[in-house]
């Protein structure tokens, strides 16, 4: 700019030295007039283009005394809110888009500096990378302002940013219409959130994320997009009175919840599983969460279950909504031998405070439920039903056995013997079983690549033989095994 000036002024010099003599004096005033103000035109043009403060004020008027409003949100939030206000700015008619990479807050960029701050500079903004599902990802402005002109002399600053938070900036002078507008962001954001019917497992403080998933990082939470599967009920091996409860407390009270409410059901229910470890809780949870059709899926356990206030209104906010939270009794343990009751009263007030018409469904599991706070467990408007998994009987461990052995040749299989000998087992221990079979035939065919692994009664003797051999006495408890029966 001070090489631009000095150029003006060598300028001048020449003229009023060298040329005044020769011209009358009123037209040396009038170049050194139009030189100067040809000038001065072009930097205020200049500095309009180059900087945010003065390109806002050549809009909306240098005078114009803006209220300013600033919401935050979760940063987690922030594709959402983005893609709220870029629907809202689309239905705008006149709207001018100011890009940048300075972090400030929007009064910042509405502080006028006429002799040009360097920081607030337009310039190209950079995107930050986001994923929406599972295999999906989106590039989103990192910032960005809008100017939106609403009438003659009425206008409408925006601005987001993301950076600890999800930040929007508004500035306007009716502040009715920032009410207006914010509610008219927020609806649409949750109306058509990214995480709206998807498969989401939250973690907190940067915990490991799942095994299979896309893990993405916050500040505050840690949403994992987990894979969608195809699961029907074919695939899955319940006890029928299981399957009979499970369907009605869930996917019927899903399907049907217009009707359950027009008839005063509250829309929302919890529900109890328990068993021994390897029984099925989990392998049940992964049917219905993969099964349930529009509604998001929340599972939380370990550290997570200490937030229990945040999933919940991550809950309320993606409604219809099933939660599942993992393993209760680590945290959710009977108050005289809890070590968080803080958080235990949470999860009560939670469960307590859902209106009737908040579609949420909630599923506890545990391996003990003696240790369970009695006032969770036995508290109707809490749990409102809580099923036992044992063990199964000789007819579903043929089931599961069918169910584990369909990708491998049975042929030489008696599948009704193989599951009166495993009498007392889990399922978890029959999936085991199962695949400790299969790699123990292809280690006797020395590793051969074969469209179908042929399994013999004898590959099941060895796998046995192994896990009772080194598995101490708990396999002969489970088992009742005699050394003639191998």
């Not at 990192?142 to 601005?159: A, N, P, S, T």
């Not at 006797?444 to 009664?457: F, G, P, T």
Request: proline share 2%; charged share 25%; hydrophobic share 40%.
């Amino acid at each position: 700019m001070f090489s631009r000036i000095l150029v003006v002024a060598i300028v001048i010099f020449l003229i009023v030295t060298f040329l005044s003599e020769y011209l009358p004096d009123w037209l040396t005033f009038s170049l050194i007039a139009v030189l100067s103000g040809g000038y001065a035109f072009y930097e205020y043009k200049r500095r309009i283009r180059t900087f945010i403060d003065l390109k806002i004020g050549s809009i909306v008027g240098f005078r114009t005394k803006f209220q300013m409003y600033s919401i935050g949100y979760a940063q987690y939030r922030y594709v959402d809110i983005y893609n709220a206000v870029s629907k809202y700015i689309s239905e705008q008619q006149e709207v001018i888009t100011i890009e940048t990479t300075n972090e400030g807050f929007l009064p910042y960029f509405m502080d006028m500096d006429w002799f040009g701050d360097d920081s607030k500079k337009i310039t190209k903004g950079s995107s930050i990378h986001f994923k929406i599902s599972y295999d999906e990802e989106v590039f989103v402005p990192r910032q960005r302002i809008w100017v939106i002109k609403k009438g003659e002399k009425d206008f409408c600053i925006l601005h987001i940013k993301f950076h600890a938070n999800t930040y929007l900036d508004v500035a306007c002078l009716d502040e009715k219409f920032v009410d207006e507008l914010m509610d008219i962001i927020y609806e649409d954001s949750v109306k058509n959130s990214i995480y709206k019917n998807k498969l989401l497992s939250l973690t907190y403080d940067n915990e490991i994320q799942e095994d299979e998933g896309s893990t993405i990082q916050y500040r505050d939470v840690n949403i994992t997009f987990l894979p969608p599967k195809t699961m029907t009920e074919e695939s899955i091996v319940l006890e029928e009175e299981i399957a009979h409860i499970i369907k009605r407390n869930i996917f019927d009270f899903f399907a049907q919840k217009d009707k359950l409410a027009a008839q005063h059901v509250p829309l929302h229910r919890g529900l109890l599983f328990y068993g021994s470890p390897g029984t099925g809780k989990t392998y049940t949870c992964h049917y219905i969460y993969h099964t349930l059709k529009n509604a998001t899926c929340i599972v939380a356990s370990g550290n997570s279950l200490m937030h229990i206030k945040s999933v919940c209104n991550l809950a309320r906010m993606l409604q219809p909504a099933l939660v599942i939270l993992e393993d209760v009794d680590l945290v959710f343990a009977s108050r005289e031998v809890n070590a968080y009751g803080g958080t235990l009263g949470e999860l009560m007030d939670q469960l307590d405070g859902f209106k009737a018409d908040d579609n949420i469904i909630f599923i506890l599991t545990t391996n003990t439920l003696d240790r369970i706070e009695s006032a969770i467990k036995d508290r109707p408007g809490r749990i409102n039903q809580i099923i036992h998994f044992d063990v199964p009987t000789k007819n579903l461990r043929l089931k599961y056995f069918q169910n584990y052995l369909l990708p491998y040749d049975t042929t030489n299989l008696d599948v009704s013997e193989l599951a009166q000998k495993v009498e007392g087992v889990s399922q978890a221990f029959i999936k085991d079983l199962v695949f400790r079979a299969v790699q123990i035939a292809l280690e006797e065919s020395n590793y051969q690549d074969v469209e179908k692994v042929c399994l013999q009664m004898n590959h099941f003797d060895i796998a046995l033989r192994e896990i009772i051999k080194y598995n101490n006495q708990a396999a002969y408890a489970i088992l009742k095994y005699k050394d003639d029966i191998l």
